[in-house]
């Protein structure tokens, strides 16, 4: 069977998935989680219908998987004024606890959830079609993330259980919370990407609002009772709906201390022009990226191209970090794109519950004639689909397309295409790449192919300035969670990694005196008959 006639019959019938992945009854959800409640909505809904498509007598059919609700300007005030509640000015229960109970708090809701992993990474593949592997990685992954946060958390208030004496001024400084955070995250990793803001904000002693992304919110609803059990009244709400119908409201109400945001930069800067008084705001963007790949003459091509596929091409390319143009030296340009097209064409396309699976649908609405247009576009400035049946579309399912040779006047050149859309350039110059990065609005990751030392030296040095992370014969990606995670540019604002976020949701503050014998006095009571949370010299093990 031809590529094209694989691309056409690659929609399963009902009866032949595999019963323990199936979802029988639509996940009709109306609660949302506020006050500590689960309040249930009886107004509006959003139908939630899967990117996957059911062979049927009639054709192709959609399925709906669930729907949420499509909450009002007033719920959304009323999510935000639980959050201040609990906040209290900073005299709530969750602000003011000690760290020790806030990371047994947090515990707690990370044993919940594990008894959720199944139905979540079920609704990751239906819901985003993310393959199980893909989404089991995704929900271990976090649990991960959680656990070395606590663990940061420990290390970080060990070091400040200390008292300093600078100047006859006795200080101890520490870190407080900011206030209250809208925690919005992103379709393509709806559950990691918006917990490592809201694990790290919540952990600080912020109250928050959880905004989950479209599509990537059926997900979440498993874990509502989690979060309801594990934390006080008003810690943790949840808010559903149109993001300008119910961001608006809270945002221009000038009561968030702090949002964490991975998007795009346009809406981001549209989310940030809502709020009255900017200087009070915090803000924690990861953004949009177009991550190139410098594959220079000496690179191992066997290396290159297994790290470009990967790059590429893993979860169809819907990663801020995946490489979205990669720049191949001439001389080797061919044996390259041999290699990569042969790669690209052994990729298994299916379902995502299938072993093995690379290329899924695509979730994001509208997409596949997105990427066509690109494609299109990329052929009437000179470039050519040079794999075999790439850019076919099928409803929801895009094959990769490998373009090349790609020029500045095209599309794809500058945008980022966020799919399984491969442009290619060749170069002769190194200046080539290096100007294009120097020029691009975004700064995020670069990977570099080669085995020479002084060539791979004399990129570095320039390009860290350009970058937040040089990669070396390898792809871009986040992790580890303990490496800093951030952008220059329009990439992003703020750094997010497992200490670095810890940071990000707090604020250093201390409490100091005079270095006289009353003041000893007072400050060694306190601390000995803890009647300070904040005062401590409490060592966490």
């Known amino acids: 069977m031809s590529l094209h006639q694989k691309i056409q019959d690659l929609f399963p019938s009902e009866d032949t998935i595999p019963s323990e992945f199936r979802l029988e009854t639509p996940l009709d959800q109306k609660e949302y989680l506020i006050d500590g409640e689960l309040r249930i ?3 509006p809904q959003e139908e939630v219908h899967s990117p996957l498509r059911l062979k049927t007598s009639n054709g192709l059919n959609t399925k709906l998987i669930g729907q949420f609700p ?32 806030r990371i047994e708090h947090v515990q707690d809701f990370a044993y919940r959830m594990k008894e959720k992993r199944s139905e979540v990474i079920n609704l990751l593949m239906w819901e985003i079609c993310k393959s199980y592997a893909d989404s089991a990685k995704e929900f271990d992954r976090t649990l991960d993330y959680i656990a070395s946060t606590i663990d940061a958390l420990k290390d970080l208030d060990r070091r400040c259980s200390r008292f300093e004496i600078e100047e006859g001024v006795i200080g101890q400084i520490r870190r407080a919370p900011l206030g209250v955070v809208l925690c919005m995250g992103p379709s393509n990793y709806p559950l990691n990407e918006t917990f490592t803001t809201l694990i790290p904000a919540l952990i600080m002693g912020n109250t928050a609002i959880l905004k989950m992304p479209r599509p990537g ?98 979860y169809n390319g819907q990663r801020c970090t995946a490489l979205k143009i990669l720049f191949i030296h001439r001389q080797i340009a061919d044996q390259f794109l041999e290699k990569f097209k042969a790669a690209v064409s052994e990729l298994k396309m299916g379902m995502p519950w299938e072993e093995g699976v690379k290329l899924t649908p695509i979730a994001e609405p509208g997409k596949p004639q997105y990427l066509t247009d690109l494609v299109e576009d990329a052929k009437q400035h000179g470039a050519e689909v040079i794999n075999e049946a790439g850019g076919t579309v099928n409803e929801t399912f895009f094959f990769p397309a490998v373009l090349y040779p790609v020029n500045e006047k095209m599309r794809v050149y500058s945008e980022e295409q966020f799919g399984p859309v491969v442009p290619i350039i060749p170069f002769d110059d190194i200046n080539t790449p290096i100007e294009y990065i120097v020029n691009s609005n975004y700064g995020q990751q670069v990977s570099i192919f080669g085995e020479h030392i002084d060539a791979i030296a004399q990129l570095i040095d320039p390009l860290v300035n350009q970058v937040c992370r040089v990669n070396i014969n390898s792809q871009c990606q986040r992790g580890p969670d303990t490496f800093p995670f951030t952008g220059r540019k329009d990439s992003a604002e703020g750094t997010l990694s497992v200490s670095d976020a810890l940071r990000s949701f707090s604020i250093r503050t201390l409490v100091a005196t005079k270095d006289i014998e009353q003041n000893k006095t007072l400050i060694s009571q306190m601390v000995r008959e803890r009647k300070s949370n904040f005062l401590s010299t409490d060592f966490i093990l």
Request: net charge neutral.
């Open 41 to 43: 909505w009886d107004g």
């Open 70 to 101: 499509l909450m009002s300007e007033e719920a959304a005030l009323a999510v935000l004024q639980a959050a201040l509640n609990a906040y209290d000015s900073g005299r709530g229960l969750w602000p003011t606890l000690s760290v020790q109970k």
């Open 217 to 314: 919110t059926l997900l979440n609803r498993p874990l509502l009772e989690a979060f309801q059990k594990a934390f006080p009244p008003g810690v943790v709400n949840s808010v559903y709906g149109a993001g300008r119908e119910v961001t608006p409201p809270i945002m221009s109400s000038g009561e968030i201390n702090a949002i964490a945001f991975i998007g795009s930069s346009k809406a981001a800067d549209r989310i940030e022009r809502l709020h009255p008084q900017p200087h009070r705001l915090r803000t924690i963007l990861a953004l949009e990226a177009k991550n190139p790949a410098i594959v220079l003459p000496h690179a191992n091509l066997d290396v290159a191209v297994k790290e470009c596929i990967l790059g590429t091409l893993s």
